[in-house]
């Protein structure tokens, strides 16, 4: 009889070391995978282990599964996705044009600016434009100088011109002290015509006129009537005003397939009332280190003078085919250093990943980071879903990244 006792304690002992570990089997094979929680559609902040009505609203609550060892994750019912308005799509890249206005200053062609400076040292003697804008026509005088050195410059010249005459060497020597004289008076300046009449007027002042060899208006007159001036000294510059540049600062990541040639739209708010065509003729290859910003320059034809340099100019430009993701501005939530999505990873389970943005038109922002093309986009109720997300766990789903 104490055998039988014995022997039916030993299987119950058995049995009972089977069931216990059977079961802590059974909780590590379940540790990690969904767990389900109860909720109402109406009052979310409604949690409950097991089934019943909503203490609020006496509604049934619904089953919600959940992994609960996953971050950034939350699982939503197919009612509360309906009353969250939360739609979906496929990750899928479509086409579309980008078009974006920047803000630009109308100013001069920097490389057509031409400078008249002072051809030796002296004194301005008269200037014939002392007002920024007047228009300068070729062949038309200037400044006068008086010089000195311009002085000696006619003697040796007209000196060498009177011995050319000479029988035997002395003509010969005089022929060639003419040339370089006329050489000298030519780099001083003196155009033909007024190196010629030297030979008739026998003008060897000190006071001599120069002349402007190109139509401009004037810009920067920096020289005054009865001022010293040294050789090179600028006495003023000569713009034309039928091109003007316009330069605006692009972002890098919209500045991609932007090309030179490219036309532009401008508007200018003085002129409001008409489209001016430009083109693009010069992008920097150099960024901005500052502003991670790209100059990009606009080139406008003005061959009625109507535009004004100084004049405010907004510049449309636009890139047409650009295939990639697009998503709706509400569907990425922008945080001061990053921006971030929503993506439906299995049907009611939804996380958030952290993206790079690109180009933005049109109320759409261009995705450049690379999704799983076996996940859905949330394209609408992001906003909701990151409320319900710190409202159930009281953090904000962005910390982890």
Known sequence: MKNKIKSAGIALLIALVFSCGKESREQHENHGHDQVYYTCSMDPQVKEDKPGTCPICKMDLTAVRYDANAKNEIALSEQQIKLGNILTRMVAETQNSLEQDYMGILTLEQDKIQTISSVAEGRIEKLYYKTPGEFVRANTPVYQLYSEELAMAKKDFLLAYQQVGLPGDFG??????????????????????????????????????????????????????????????????????????????????????????????????????????????FINPEINPGTRMLMIRVELPNADLTLKPGMQARVKLTRSEIKGIFLPGDAVIREQHANFIWLEKSPGVFEVARVKTGSETKGQIEILSELDPAKKIVVSGAYALNSEYRFRFGTDPMKEF
């Open 172 to 281: 010969k020597n005089a022929q060639q002290l003419l040339q370089a004289a006329r050489q000298k008076l030519a780099f001083y300046g003196f155009s033909e015509k007024q190196i010629e009449s030297l030979k008739t007027s026998r003008d060897v002042s000190a006071t001599s006129t120069f002349y402007s060899n190109k139509n401009g208006y004037s810009t920067d007159v920096t020289a005054t009537e009865g001022s010293y001036v040294m050789e090179g000294d600028p006495i003023l510059s000569l713009a034309d005003l039928k091109n003007l540049w316009i330069e605006v600062q692009v972002n890098v990541s919209n500045s991609a397939g932007l090309e030179i040639g490219q036309s532009a739209g401008v508007i200018f708010a003085e002129l409001p009332e008409k489209n001016y065509k430009g083109r693009i003729t």
